[in-house]
């Protein structure tokens, strides 16, 4: 089945040590998203890539930067965690940008830092 | 800004009761409106959508919502929940000055007692 695949699926790290998430595609899509969603709260977009383009949210702090070699892969690289940081983060896919294009989600990468 | 506001954080219902989770947002113009499901353990997924037309809208599981203009909601209902419909509940709205972007209520987090 076509999907969105994130690893890992839980991710510790320590205050200060630099840590990447991934999330692969097999929808072809375009558009990549990640989001970060904290308990019992909502999804907040970080950035997303059109295509190669890359687009990100004016107060994701500069902590937070993403990668995307290819279509089928993004990364999410947090340089230097802090406690703040520990929460769901979300891969998500649309084949287009634009709200009629539904967004598919990953099962998520739970971070926690010590 | 727009926002969207899901009243009622955590929902206890016992099976065969009927539902409605509330949702508001507060934007003027046109626009799109989503209730997304994440079951225990599960990656966020759609559960239906409004665009146009019908302002009742039927999902997935038997699920329905109704777009209300006026009143700046798009409450989900069910007439009948099962066991299997625990989980939280996303409503999410886009519109206006962005074209991508998913702005996402808070949730709510519905438990069915067996």
């Known amino acids: 089945d076509a999907m969105v695949i994130q690893n890992p699926r839980y991710q510790v790290t320590q205050f200060g040590k630099p840590v990447t998430l991934s999330c692969s595609q097999t929808?072809?899509?375009?558009?990549m998203y990640w989001y970060q969603q904290k308990s019992s709260q909502a999804p907040k977009l970080l950035f997303h890539?059109?295509?190669?383009?890359?687009?990100n949210e004016a107060d994701t702090p500069d902590n937070f930067q993403s990668r995307r070699p290819n279509t089928s892969f993004c990364f999410l690289d947090i340089r230097s965690p802090g406690l703040g940081d520990a929460a769901m983060y979300l891969c998500?896919?649309?084949?287009?940008?634009?709200?009629?294009?539904?967004?598919?989600f990953g099962p998520g990468t739970r971070l926690t830092v010590l | 800004a727009q926002s969207v506001s899901q009243h009622n954080h955590h929902v206890i219902l016992s099976e065969a009761a009927s539902l409605e989770l509330g949702c508001n947002y507060s934007?003027?113009?046109?626009?799109?409106l989503f209730w997304y499901v994440q079951y225990p353990g599960q990656h966020l997924q759609l559960l239906l959508k409004?665009?146009?037309?019908d302002p009742l809208v039927k999902g997935i599981k038997g699920f329905e919502a109704e777009f209300i203009k006026s009143k700046f909601s798009f409450n989900l209902r069910k007439p009948s929940v099962q066991w299997s419909d625990t989980a939280e509940y996303f409503c999410?709205?886009?519109?206006?000055?962005?074209?991508?972007?998913?702005?996402w209520g808070a949730g709510t987090k519905l438990i069915i007692k067996p």
């Open positions: 999410a709205v886009n519109g206006g000055d962005s074209n991508y972007q998913l702005i």
């Open positions: 929808l072809n899509h375009n558009v």
């Open positions: 934007y003027g113009g046109t626009v799109n």
């Open positions: 409004y665009f146009s037309g």
């Open positions: 998500a896919t649309s084949r287009d940008r634009g709200p009629v294009f539904e967004q598919f």
């Open positions: 890539y059109y295509d190669k383009d890359f687009n």
